[in-house]
T-cell receptor
């Protein structure tokens, strides 16, 4: 079945550091890929998405490129802020509106 | 636009007791989901409704969990009797149908359940 694997956290960075959170997936077809973010005490929010190979999703300075050849969708940001501290979830969807999530990666950004 | 509303936000119950969670989706969203998120894990889909019909409930433990969506709007998720391993955050989510919004799912803040 479908699955998503994320790097384990927590990831601890200083402000303005470069961020990469790795995500790889297994799917039988051609899924859509997503990153969701969960800030402390809040619900999941869609951060960005890509629906086909080589698409790049971007939002709030974050970006991720759909790499079919490596079945990856790594999340990157050039300069993180303290306000980016949250848990980040990679997810995929093969059928309409049904998500499979990874285990989440906690990011802690120190001033 | 109002988001997905859930209540209660927090609940502590003893094992073998029952609990119910309520969800009001975004207005006009035909599809409603309940996810279970155990601490340190990603959310797992329990049940998906389209209008008031069940699309997928393959991961719902039907011996103790039940869910309904009367009139195709609000939904209730019930656990009876609760077990210790049911301690989790129960997330309600909703989405529209239609190509533009395909696969964009909006989540509520969750209902945190602790079973002691």
């Amino acid at each position: 079945g479908d699955s998503v694997t994320q790097m384990e956290g927590p990831v601890t960075l200083s402000e303005e550091a470069f961020l990469t959170i790795n995500c790889t997936y297994t799917a039988t077809g051609y899924p859509s890929l997503f990153w969701y973010v969960q800030y402390p005490g809040e619900g999941l929010q869609l951060l960005l998405k890509a629906t086909k190979a080589d698409d790049k999703g971007s939002n709030k300075g974050f970006e991720a490129t759909y790499r079919k050849e490596t079945t990856s969708f790594h999340l990157e940001k050039g300069s993180v802020q303290v306000s980016d501290s949250a848990v980040y979830f990679c997810a995929l969807s093969e059928s309409v509106n049904m998500l499979t999530f990874g285990g989440g990666t906690r990011l802690m950004v120190k001033p | 636009e109002a988001g997905v509303a859930q209540s209660p936000r927090y609940k502590i119950i003893e094992k073998r007791q029952s609990v119910a969670f309520w969800c009001n989706p975004i207005s006009g969203h035909a599809t409603l989901y309940w996810y279970q998120q155990i601490l340190g894990q990603g959310p797992k889909l329990l049940i998906q409704f389209q209008n008031n019909g069940v699309v997928d409930d393959s991961q719902l433990p039907k011996d103790r969990f039940s869910a309904e969506r009367l009139k195709g709007v609000d939904s209730t998720l019930k656990i009876q009797p609760a077990k210790l391993e049911d301690s989790a955050v129960y997330l309600c989510a909703s989405s529209t149908l239609g190509r533009e919004w395909r696969n964009t799912i909006y989540f509520g803040e969750g209902s945190w359940l602790t079973v002691v």
